[in-house]
């Protein structure tokens, strides 16, 4: 067996065994080393991902608590402007009430015709 290990070929052969084991050891080094690497790699994506999904579900929340904020102005204001509107027709109704009482006039209609009138 030694004098195989000394002749040419088996000084190939040693060779060859030597860069065989080499090539393997540096595959299965690399492919541990990978093997690590990915798995850092995909924590932090799935910690980036979780990340940006809690940022939009906040700017989601910001979102409709200002829409919510801003349909509650609008409303109170609508109610505001009805409101004086609706003094507004009183007023005018007073008025026009002292306009004919002044001229000596009156309004014969009674609840029942306005009624009337409006569903019919």
Same mark, same amino acid.
């Given at each position: 067996m030694i004098a195989f290990l000394v002749s040419p070929l088996g000084k190939v052969a040693g060779i060859l065994l030597i860069i065989a084991s080499t090539v393997i050891g540096f595959r299965w080094w690399l492919a541990d080393h990978d093997r690590a690497t990915l798995a850092g790699y995909v924590s932090l994506a799935e910690k980036t991902t979780a990340e940006a999904k809690a940022a939009e579900m906040e700017r989601q929340r910001n979102a409709s608590a200002q829409a919510l904020d801003e349909a509650r102005k609008r409303?109170? /204001? +609508?109610?505001?402007?009805?409101?004086?509107?609706?003094a507004q027709t009183d007023i005018e109704i007073a008025d026009y009430e002292k306009k004919l009482s002044a001229a000596n006039r009156q309004c014969? /209609? +009674?609840p029942g015709d306005v009624e009337f009138l409006q569903f019919h």
């Open positions: 409303q109170a /204001a +609508d109610e505001a402007a009805q409101l004086a509107k609706d014969l /209609a +009674d």
